[in-house]
């Protein structure tokens, strides 16, 4: 499913190769994100994975990976 787990789920309900991370983000940056999901029809979740891998993309490029 989409969206938050219930209250109660464990690690065991996590796709496997992902881990639930928690982080402090910048306010005004998170609601862009938020508009790109809506536009986009894609979850939060999706957004930033393809920020990271955006992200990780180009330190590889730059030779710092």
Do not use: M
Request: glycine fraction near 8%; hydrophobic fraction near 35%; aromatic fraction near 6%.
């Amino acid at each position: 499913g989409r969206g938050r787990p219930r209250k109660g789920q464990n690690k065991e309900s996590l796709t496997e190769g992902y881990i639930r991370a928690t982080t402090i983000v910048n306010a005004a940056k998170f609601e862009q994100l938020k508009e790109i999901a809506l536009q986009e029809t894609l979850t939060i979740k999706e957004v930033i994975e393809r920020a990271f891998d955006l992200a990780l993309t180009t330190y590889k490029e730059k030779g710092s990976l």
